[in-house]
Every structure is written in C-alpha cells, then in structure tokens.
C-alpha cells in the first residue's frame, strides 16, 4: 500500500478532518441518507462518493463532504441551494416533565434526560435517521424512510419502559409528518415541520401519532392503526387527519 493510501486511511485523520467540519459553514452532516437524496449538483457528487464505498473510512471522501458542504452552503446563501427535501419529521417529548422537574430538583432532571437520550438517540440513529436538535425534553429527528420513523418512536416507547429515576417513570409522546421541508445549516424549516411538531402536541403519554400523509406512505403491516377523532390544532390544514400507531 502506498504512502498515501497509508495516510488517507489513517482513523486519527479523518477524526480531524470530521471535527472541522463543525466550523464550517453548512450542515456537517451532509453526506448522509437523507441530504444527497436530492438532484442539486453538491448532492449528485455526494452520492458518487458514496457509491465509491468509501462512506466515512478515508480522509479524502470526508474533505471531499467539506468542500461540498461549505458549497451547499454558499448556494443557499445566493438562493440557490435552499431547496426542499422529501422528509419525514419526528417529535418527541415527555409528559408532565416540567411538573415532575419542581418536585424532583435539576440533578435528577438531568440525570433522566441522559438516561432519556441514551433511549432516543440510538433509536433514531439505528432506524437511519437523524437528530436534529434536542429540545428540552424532547427530540426532533428526520428520517428519509417514513416507516423507520414510526419503527424508532416505537421503540423509544418500548425503551424507555426500563427506566426510572428517583420513582419517576417518564412518559413519551410522538409524532409524524413527512413533507418537503426546506434546509438550512442542518436545520429544517417550513409548514410541514410545524404541522409534525402539532401532531406530536396533540399525542398522550405513551402515544404515536402520525399524519395521514405518512400513513398512506408506509406499508402498515404489523401496525395497529386506528384514526383520532376530532384532530384540532392551530396552524395545520383543517383537512388533516391524524391516527394513533401501535405495534399489532
């Protein structure tokens, strides 16, 4: 092998050239699923890396994913890149945390939220879809595959069964909508992330709601479906319809 195969396959290089990522402009995780899943020009190159078989082993793919991610990035800054992506979004969050938190104190609040995270954050990664923010007490993630969203909400809920702390066990609530959301520096903007934020407003302890919109994008097999009456919420299309999803 030569020197520069050597080098560019060298773990503590591409660590360094993935944590410089996060001072560039743009979202560092371009280069998964659910960002090259478009046709602008930084995606199609992108997804030719990744046909490479070289996903996150060498140095030059991840230097490769930072020129196109700062060029991803000055393409929306002009107006040019800040398209919409095909996603489905996820929020999650846990009930009656900040009654519990008053009686409980802030060191056992945190201690739940880790033990909470340590539940959330595989689930999603393991389904192949993203965190992309920790809200309080809660998550939003996206995923390109509608179905490994509701698979991972579910088993968060199963999870989190197992944990308690200081005699609480806490209690998630979920839900989904799949849109076109826009992008922005990792972030994802627009109507249909407000409308899956509602969704999962609208969830009880214990609950995963959905839209029909993902509904009618899976396959239900091995689901229990069954339709929420009387779905109301600010800021959401009158016509939308919202049913609750359980393992059958």
């Known amino acids: 092998m030569s ?10 290089l591409v660590r360094a050239i993935r944590a410089s990522r996060e001072l560039l402009p743009g979202d560092e995780n371009f280069g998964d699923e659910l960002s090259i899943a478009g046709d602008r020009p930084a995606e199609v190159i992108a997804r030719y890396l990744a046909e490479r078989g070289e996903r996150g082993e060498t140095a030059s793919h991840e230097a490769g994913l930072a020129a196109l991610q700062v060029w991803q990035a000055l393409s ?39 033990a909470v995270a340590a539940v959330a954050e595989p689930s999603v990664s393991g389904a192949g879809g993203r965190v992309v923010k920790r809200l309080g007490d809660g998550h939003m993630a996206v995923f390109a595959d509608p179905r490994a969203g509701i698979d991972a909400a579910l088993q968060m809920q199963d999870g989190l069964a197992s944990v308690e702390v200081a005699g609480h066990r806490p209690r998630l609530r979920a839900g989904l909508h799949i849109g076109q959301p826009r992008t922005l520096a990792g972030d994802f903007l627009g109507t249909d992330v407000n409308i899956a934020a509602r969704v999962g407003e609208a969830a009880g302890a214990g609950e995963v709601l959905v839209s029909d919109a993902v509904l009618a994008a899976i396959d239900d097999d091995g689901l229990l479906v069954k339709r929420v009456r009387g779905f109301r919420a600010k800021g959401v299309p009158r016509e939308l319809q919202v049913f609750s999803v359980k393992r059958g």
């Not at 992506?85 to 739940?112: H, N, P, Q, R, Y």
């Open 3 to 12: 020197a520069f195969r050597r080098a560019n396959r060298r773990p503590g």
């Open 76 to 114: 929306q800054r002009m107006g040019r890149g800040a398209g919409m992506v095909s996603a489905t979004i996820l929020f999650t969050d846990l009930v009656g945390f900040s009654s519990w938190v008053l009686e409980a104190g802030d060191e056992a609040a945190l201690e739940l939220l880790r």
